[in-house]
């Protein structure tokens, strides 16, 4: 066995995403922590939203070796009646409203979003789309259509035609923007890459009655803030607002893969025929990654870490008080902190790292850091994470 460091192989043979990758081995990985060889670190962003119950929870763990003993994949998604996908399924109708009871199981966010938007064209029988400036909804070709930004989209153009783009909160211009042509409007309740911004309860109200005015879908993209992050299970709930459409990822699957888009049964019909198989996945709903998520579910349905977010987020904003940081934006456990400069926030975020603490930088907000830990986070640990930041901001002036 070669004895070349890994490091080396990573780097040559595991495909590169951007020229500076943290680049650090981790061992194993368990509650908050990431163990490399020589260091431990705290995870302050999840996976980006992915690990809410931290890293190898005990009760994910069994689920998925109680699974292992029963059967791996069978057969493409939707053929087969395999019970961790009925209950997983039946588990989210059981905590959503009338309207939100047939669910499309996928891999990944991106795969939700491309279902979503082939449903709505199919159901609506138009083609038009809305979405908001700076969203994020993924890297294929259909959601990557949905994003504004040209640095990160036009490299791929063509991309779909018959995109609009609507500025959040942004109340004004949703009459023009939303018509009878319109066939959904994708919308993250907390937007991500914008660095933690929230919609405005008012903008997604009016949202609403727009669409039903107009009959288009109303398309929420809970694949960060689902579930918990902002304090209720779904951001929708935060908010009050029930969209035709919930998309979920990330966290959904307790660390697995796994995606879903959910729809009333009425919705989810049309891709069933005119053409048959209208969608069809191969391993979405696979059976290891929807006991993971039942388990997940389970937990935060005895655990009180839901219940617990919004406090602990207080605490955050309260011990975060520094002259650099100008302010602190976001919603339950995804927090953005703002310095004066991109620079400068660059460096805070590398010394941190530095210094144990794994935070990230947004796509769009260069100014801003992220914080997004596992919703267990303790509160001695959330005193901890906010020492090493202040402390790291003090080593960069
Ligand atoms: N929507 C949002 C809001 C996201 O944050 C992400 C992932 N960062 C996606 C969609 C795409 O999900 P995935 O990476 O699983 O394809």
């Known amino acids: 066995m070669s004895k070349r460091p890994l490091h080396i192989d990573f780097y040559r043979h595991v495909a590169q995403t951007s020229d500076n990758p943290l680049g650090i081995a981790i061992q194993n990985a368990d509650g908050i922590y990431l163990h490399a060889e020589d260091k431990t670190y705290i995870d302050c962003i999840s996976g980006i939203s992915v690990s809410a119950l931290g890293h190898s929870h005990p009760s994910i763990v069994a689920a998925i070796q109680q699974q292992l003993n029963k059967h791996l994949h069978l057969m493409v998604y939707g053929e087969l009646i395999q019970d961790q996908q009925v209950a997983l399924a039946t588990a989210l109708a ?6 939100l009871q047939s669910v499309y199981f996928v891999n990944s966010g991106s795969e939700a979003i491309e279902g979503t938007m082939k449903l709505a064209k199919r159901y609506t029988k138009r083609s038009k789309f809305v979405a908001q400036k700076l969203a994020y909804h993924g890297s294929t070709q259909g959601a990557l259509s949905l994003m504004s930004d040209a640095y990160f989209s036009q490299a791929f153009a063509p991309l779909l035609p018959g995109i609009d783009f609507i500025e959040q909160n942004q109340i004004d211009q949703i009459e023009t923007l939303i018509t009878k042509e319109t066939a959904a409007v994708f919308i993250e309740p907390v937007m991500g890459e914008k660095g933690y911004v929230p919609c405005s309860k008012a903008y997604l109200y009016a949202l609403r009655k727009r669409c039903n005015e107009t009959g288009t879908l109303l398309v929420f ?20 607002v029930v969209p035709d459409v919930l998309v979920l990822a990330k966290s959904f699957g307790g660390g697995l893969p796994l995606g ?33 998520a039942l388990a997940a579910i389970k937990v935060l349905q005895t655990e009180p870490h839901i219940e617990q977010v919004n406090a602990k987020s207080n605490l955050f904003r309260d011990l975060l ?19 004066e400069q991109a620079q400068f926030c660059r460096k805070v975020i590398d010394q941190c790292v530095q210094n144990g603490l794994l935070i990230d930088w947004f796509l ?34």
Do not use: N
């Not at 059981?94 to 309207?99: D, G, R």
């Not at 019909?269 to 391993?283: A, E, Q, R």
């Not at 914080?371 to 906010?386: D, G, K, R």
């Open 260 to 292: 879903a888009f959910i729809a009333s049964t009425e919705i989810m019909d049309c891709l069933k025929d005119h053409p048959v198989l209208g969608h069809i996945t191969t391993f979405g709903g696979h059976p290891l990654s929807c006991a993971a």
């Open 221 to 240: 993209d809970e694949i960060q803030t689902a579930y918990g992050r902002t304090g209720e299970w779904f951001a929708f709930q935060s908010y009050g």
């Open 364 to 397: 769009y907000a260069e100014d801003k850091i992220r914080l997004a830990p596992p919703l267990i986070v303790s509160i001695e640990q959330i005193h901890e994470i906010a020492h090493t930041i202040l402390k790291s901001i003090e080593e960069c002036q």
């Open 94 to 99: 059981t905590m959503l409203p009338e309207s």
């Open 321 to 339: 008080q520094h002259p650099k940081i100008i302010s602190i934006d976001g919603m339950g456990l995804m927090l953005s902190l703002q310095f």
